[in-house]
């Protein structure tokens, strides 16, 4: 079943063309990754999902229903947890909860037990009683989680959910991601992080508010862009790390290189052999070599889809 | 249609409670306003700073001094020795008026019948100059009919023609009587715009705005249930504002208070409309506040509050029946002032009333539930 379906969707600010043509499916249960740079138009396309804006042109179903005819019949479906924590700081954690409770038309014990179990969820319990306002960066992502969830959304659009948040706080959070999607809710999820874009079931990159590719993370990892017919990615180990990379960029087999992390990235000519790499490099006085094939990550895949279309731009 | 209404009304009932101070400055800024303006704004003339140069001395002299302060526009604070005295004391702002009784005024009342008494007057206040001329002018008159009278006896002494104004309503012509009822309405439009205006672009600021707005709250909803404690706390002022008109500046209500403060609701309905659209425009407070001005002014100037509206011209007049103000105003003299009934008022009472539904369904339309 789609979830989520997208058809050109587009979106300008006067001049300023926020989002392409963008055309995606989501399926129920689905955990779907956006990705992108600062300003592509991630924000844009979950505010457009969410009816808070209009789009220019195309148009987009959420749970089979038009944003542009209905977009008050999708409002009961979503829930949404926007960049920027947007509950009452002025209102008790309990208060938000009950206010947005009662909007969605819960009322009376069932707004009581409902609240009372998401707070449970999320870690809030004991918690009622504080001002928004005052709860640190994690507890009030939480806390607007705890919002977007509290009326049994069937699809959720989460804006940055885990920015600015401590590694184990992040883990939790998405542990409850996974448990919100096995009991068939539908996430929709930007993020900057590539560790969280490998967990989604799907991911999709958008750049210059085009959508550059779109799939799960296995199928874009074989694309044939990615991985060009007559070349191989290896992994390499040295020290000093720098002067490496400096001696392999202008290697002749190499076609690309970078640093991640400890090591270096390399795409390079199938011909070039481990042994190859290790003698050029020892020459120069490089210690401590090792050399690995590897799969290219997500993170390769947008870096080279990226510069493909950099490429095609100009 | 409304859905939500309560939800949001009570969520606001909360916020508004969680500010104490915020809500002492609503209730407490107005009548603030009202006491410094109302005591402020007074175009009552009486003891004008006065200083006297008499060269004479003799009784005729003493005789027309008195017959000045006893008018009590004037009151003789100085007694200067010079002409160039005289003049200076006018120049320092220290006096607003010079009385210059000549040396020979008495000698010249005896020979010849006639004598002058120069009066100096700062033009500077035209209000007060003027009341000055006409004082003046009505002493030299009655001080030259009394000698007139005692030298050629009437039997009857009567004046050919007498003209004698009658006040029917504001007998004292106090101007507090005046500018009270319309210093009210223009503080309830102030208070009343800029607070909803704000409630609602304060949430577009926060990104508040942008959760309700995914919710399957009604526009309609959203905005009456924000509006209705604004329409309360509102309403409490207006009550508080009329019991500072009646006890402290002692303006007796001659008509039926509960007309007033039904008219006083339809007034403030009519705010709150406006500060609604204000907000359905704003993106920010900056931008809201200037848009609440751009309504105010015209409310404090082409209503009639400072100026009759009679003397406007055309155009101006035109503007001035857009403004909600301007019926209120009206209503709230008619009724205050000259015990005016819903026979006189209706008129301005329907024009308010179709206002306010104008408003609050243009602001209801306009507010889409998109954000850009
Ligand atoms: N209301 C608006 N009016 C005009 N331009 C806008 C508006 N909202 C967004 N934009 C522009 O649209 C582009 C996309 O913005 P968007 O917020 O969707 O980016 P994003 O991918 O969410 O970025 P980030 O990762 O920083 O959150 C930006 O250039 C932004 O300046
Ligand atoms: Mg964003």
């Not at chain 1, 038009?66 to 008050?72: A, C, F, K, Y």
């Not at chain 1, 989460?158 to 184990?168: C, K, N, Q, R, S």
Request: proline content about 4%.
């Amino acid at each position: 079943m789609t979830a989520i379906l997208l058809q050109e969707l587009t979106k300008r600010f006067g001049t300023l063309t926020a989002v392409n043509s963008v055309s995606l499916e989501v399926n129920e249960g689905e955990i779907y990754g956006f990705l992108g740079p600062n300003g592509s138009g991630k924000s844009t396309v979950i505010k457009l999902l969410c009816g808070l804006l209009e789009p220019t042109s195309g148009t987009a179903w959420i749970a089979g229903k038009n944003v542009r005819q209905d977009p008050e019949a999708i409002r009961e479906q979503i829930g949404y947890m926007s960049q920027r924590f947007s509950l009452y700081e002025d209102l008790t954690v309990e208060e938000n909860l009950h206010f947005f409770g009662s909007i969605y038309g819960l009322s009376g014990r069932l707004l009581q037990n409902r609240s009372r179990e998401v707070m449970q969820l999320l870690d809030l319990s004991g918690r009622g009683r504080q001002l928004a306002g005052t709860l640190s960066g994690g507890l009030k992502q939480r806390l607007a989680l705890a919002g977007a969830i509290l009326h049994q959304p069937r699809i959720m659009f989460l804006d940055e959910p885990t920015a600015g948040i401590d590694p184990v706080a992040r883990r939790e959070l998405w542990d409850l991601f996974f448990h919100f999607s096995s009991q068939g809710i539908t996430l929709f999820v930007t993020t900057h992080y590539m560790d969280e874009a490998e967990r989604c079931t799907s991911v999709g990159y958008i750049y210059l508010s085009q959508l550059i590719a779109t799939g799960e993370p296995e199928g874009l990892k074989k694309l044939p862009e990615v991985n060009p017919s007559g070349t191989r990615r290896l992994e390499i180990n040295c020290h000093p790390i720098t002067q490496a990379l400096r001696i392999l960029r202008t290697a002749p087999y190499v076609r690309d290189a970078t640093i991640f992390g400890q090591a270096i990235h390399l795409l390079a000519d199938a011909s070039a052999s481990e042994s190859d790499i290790e003698r050029d490099l020892q020459i120069q006085g490089v210690t401590s070599i090792l050399v690995r094939p590897i799969e290219p990550s997500l993170e390769d895949v947008f870096v080279l889809l990226t510069r493909r279309q950099e490429a095609a731009r100009v | 249609m409304f859905r939500g209404i309560f939800s949001v009304l009570y969520k606001e009932t909360i916020q508004i409670r969680r500010d104490p101070f915020t809500l002492f400055l609503i209730l407490a800024l107005p009548l603030f306003q009202l006491l410094m303006f109302g005591y402020a704004i007074n175009t009552n003339v009486r003891n004008i700073r006065t200083a006297v140069y008499n060269l004479d001395h003799r009784r005729a002299s003493r005789e027309i001094i008195d017959a000045f302060t006893n008018t009590e526009y004037f009151q003789i604070v100085r007694w200067a020795q010079s002409d160039q005295e005289l003049n200076d004391l006018i120049v320092a702002g220290e006096v607003k008026i010079g009385i210059k009784i000549p040396a020979d005024y008495t000698d010249n009342l005896l020979k010849w019948g006639r004598a002058t008494v120069l009066v100096l007057i700062d033009g500077s206040d035209s209000s007060i100059a003027s009341q000055a001329v006409a004082v003046s002018n009505s002493v030299g008159l009655s001080q030259s009919l009394r000698r007139l009278l005692e030298q050629h006896p009437v039997p009857e002494p009567a004046l050919a023609v007498e003209v004698r104004p009658k006040m029917l309503f504001n007998p004292d012509m106090r101007s507090a009587n005046f500018m009270v009822p319309g210093l009210i309405a223009i503080i309830l439009q102030i208070i009343t715009t800029f607070l909803t205006a704000f409630s609602i672009v304060r949430e577009r600021e926060r990104g508040t705005l942008e959760q309700l707005l995914v919710t399957p709250v009604r526009p309609a909803g959203l905005m009456l249930g924000k509006l209705a404690p604004y329409c309360v706390i509102a309403f409490l002022e207006t009550c508080g504002v009329l019991v500072v008109m009646r006890w402290i500046f002692d303006v007796p209500i001659q008509g039926n208070l509960l007309l007033l403060l039904a008219v006083a609701v339809l007034f403030l309905l009519t705010a709150l409309g406006i500060g609604l659209l204000i907000s359905t425009r704003a993106q920010n407070q900056v931008q809201a506040m200037q848009m609440a001005y751009f309504v105010i002014l015209p409310s404090i100037l082409l209503s009639g509050f400072v100026f009759p509206r009679e003397s406007m011209p055309a155009v101006m007049q035109w503007v001035g029946y857009l403004i909600p103000a301007s019926y209120f105003i009206e209503v709230m003299r008619g009724i205050v002032l000259r015990g005016a009934g819903w026979l006189e008022l209706w008129e301005n009472i329907a024009a308010l009333a179709l206002m306010g539904f104008l408003f609050l369904t243009v602001s209801a339309l306009r507010f889409r539930k998109t954000l850009g």
